[in-house]
Every structure is written in structure tokens, then in C-alpha cells.
């Protein structure tokens, strides 16, 4: 592996290296309004959530290394202690990029861009009415960033004081992610889409561990520790229970292959038994490895026992 110091680095380097590392990270779509009532609108990377009582935000506008100019939105959101921010869909992404773009202070991206004001409730910036998910929020505080050593950085904490969700995105009173269909920035001008969801829900408990998995098991060629990770989530060490598996009477297949290309790891450990080869292991562990990926852990730990 190879290690880079940052003193190393121009700092354009620096910025695209931290980057690709930090990500993928959320966006913030800043509404900000300055001292004469003019409307700027931008979106930021360096950007997340902190706290949930109250619930504070952050985000990171930088004064141009380049130019030295400041952010309008670092600036406005310093005379006002105000702001919006709005999530960022898929939809928006490329009219999200035109504002990007170093306009006068006058010009408002929201016509730039095609966007359309929502008037907030509690602030005076207006929100992007396109978004799924918007946020008004009040500055608590600004923390430049090593201005002794020339740093151009800034972190504006801020408190939300409202949250404003779509209807079309709320499914039993959660907000659902497939609906919000968020995009997310990666280093130089990549963005990623959060289309494809998966569950990793922590253990409610103190898990096993990786440590304590048995050797055949904590070894296995097949197993990726993702997988191996998902059987230490149990509480306490597995034991065979003599009734698995179960079969009904008219249940049929005759190919480990076949039933595991249609993911049907019951219909494969059914012949692995039937076979008797019980010293392949590898065969076993391929049944295990569809299991544990249908969510179906316990099964897993059952056909892994059985070993």
C-alpha cells in the first residue's frame, strides 16, 4: 500500500485524493439569502448529520484556494444565521450541476437551473420544491478551519428547525430510500445512485464475533468475511438441532447445480444429504453462502452444524 503525505500533494491533489477516499458522501443543496434579499443557491459534499437532539447538520463551504474568494453561501449564511437544505435526487442531479457554476451574487440559479421555491415556515431562504426532503435550519456556529497554517476550510454547524418530506416518499410513516432515490459524490466527477439497497442491521445484542467462529467455518474458502461476519452476529454459539432439515414427503430435486443456480439452497442441501458426500465441504458451504444471502441465517448455522 502506498502512503502519501499531504504535504506532498498541490493542493488539487490533496482535494481529489481526500476525496475519493471520503465518499461516497451526501449532498447538500444550500438555499441562502444575503443582506439584500438576493437568493443563492449551491450544493455541497462536505456535508452530514451530527447530533438528533437537537438535530445538527454541518457543511463545509471553502474560500477558493484559486481565487480567495468566498463561498456567497459561507458569507450569507454568516450575516443571516439562516438556511435550506435540500437532499438531492437523482432527477436533479445535472440542473443541480448548473449551479454549481461561479455566478454573480444577483443572478438566481434557481431560474438558472430550473428550479422552483418553496417558501419555508420558520427561515427566510426557500427550499427546492423538487426535493423529496428539505430542512430549514439556523447557524449555531462557524469554525474556521486552521487559519494559522493558511487553511481555507470552514465548518458551519447548523440546528434544523424543520424538516419538510414529500408525501410520495413515506411508507408507514418512514421515510422509504427507494422513493427518495438519492445520489451520493465520489471523488474527481463521479456521482453514485442509491438504487441498490441492501439491509446490514446491527446486532441488538453482544455478538459472537469473528473470533469465535469454529476453524472450519472461520476458514472457509468460500465464505467472504461479509458472509462469515453475518453467522458472528448471533448472541451465543449455535447448537444441531436434530429436526433440520425437514423435507415433505413429495419434495424432489437431483441437482446440486441446478437448485443452486435458482437459488434454492433447500432443494441443494436436499441432494447434498441424498448424495451422502458429506466430506465436501465446498458444496456445503455454497449452500450456506445462498442461505446467509436470503437473510436466513439460522438455516445457515443449521446446514453449517451439520458438518
Not at 447538520?57 to 471553502?62: E, L, S, T, Y
Not at 415556515?121 to 456556529?141: D, F, G, H, K, Q
Not at 437431483?254 to 447434498?272: F, H, K, M, N
Request: aromatic letters at 8%; glycine letters at 6%; a negative charge.
Amino acid at each position: 500500500m502506498r502512503t502519501i503525505l499531504p504535504s506532498d500533494l498541490s493542493h488539487r491533489d490533496r482535494h481529489q485524493l481526500l476525496l475519493s477516499g471520503v465518499s461516497p458522501r451526501p449532498i447538500a443543496f444550500v438555499t441562502s439569502v444575503d443582506a439584500e434579499g438576493n437568493v443563492n443557491l449551491s450544493p455541497f459534499s462536505f456535508y452530514n448529520a451530527y447530533a438528533s437532539n437537537p438535530p445538527i447538520v454541518a457543511i463545509g463551504p471553502a474560500i477558493a484556494a484559486k481565487t480567495g474568494l468566498a463561498k456567497h453561501t459561507w458569507l450569507n449564511i454568516l450575516a443571516t444565521g439562516e438556511c435550506t437544505i435540500s437532499a438531492v435526487s437523482y432527477s436533479m442531479v445535472h440542473s443541480m450541476n448548473l449551479t454549481s457554476a461561479a455566478f454573480a451574487s444577483d443572478v438566481d440559479e434557481y431560474a438558472k437551473a430550473g428550479f422552483t421555491k418553496r417558501p419555508s415556515v420558520v427561515v427566510a431562504p426557500p427550499s427546492v420544491a423538487e426535493s423529496p426532503y428539505t430542512m430549514e435550519c439556523r447557524l449555531i456556529e462557524n469554525i474556521e478551519l486552521r487559519r494559522d497554517i493558511g487553511g481555507n476550510g470552514n465548518l458551519m454547524l447548523l440546528e434544523v428547525v424543520a424538516f419538510h418530506v414529500a408525501d410520495t416518499v413515506m411508507v408507514n410513516g418512514r421515510v422509504d430510500p427507494r422513493g427518495m432515490d438519492l445520489v451520493g459524490r465520489m471523488g474527481d466527477a463521479y456521482y453514485t445512485r442509491t438504487t441498490e439497497l441492501f439491509e446490514a442491521t446491527q446486532p441488538p445484542h453482544i455478538p459472537i464475533g469473528m473470533d469465535e467462529l469454529p476453524y472450519l467455518i472461520r476458514t472457509s474458502t468460500v465464505l467472504t468475511g461479509n458472509e462469515l461476519a453475518q453467522l458472528a452476529y448471533v448472541p451465543v454459539l449455535p447448537m444441531l438441532d436434530g429436526t433440520f432439515p425437514q423435507f415433505e414427503e413429495s419434495f424432489q430435486a437431483d441437482s446440486i447445480e441446478t437448485e443452486l443456480a435458482c437459488e434454492r439452497p433447500q432443494g441443494a442441501l436436499y441432494v447434498w444429504l441424498k448424495n451422502g458426500n458429506h466430506e465436501d465441504r465446498t458444496t456445503l458451504h455454497r449452500i450456506v453462502q445462498q442461505y446467509i444471502r436470503q437473510g436466513k441465517i439460522e438455516e445457515a448455522w443449521q446446514t453449517l452444524l451439520l458438518e
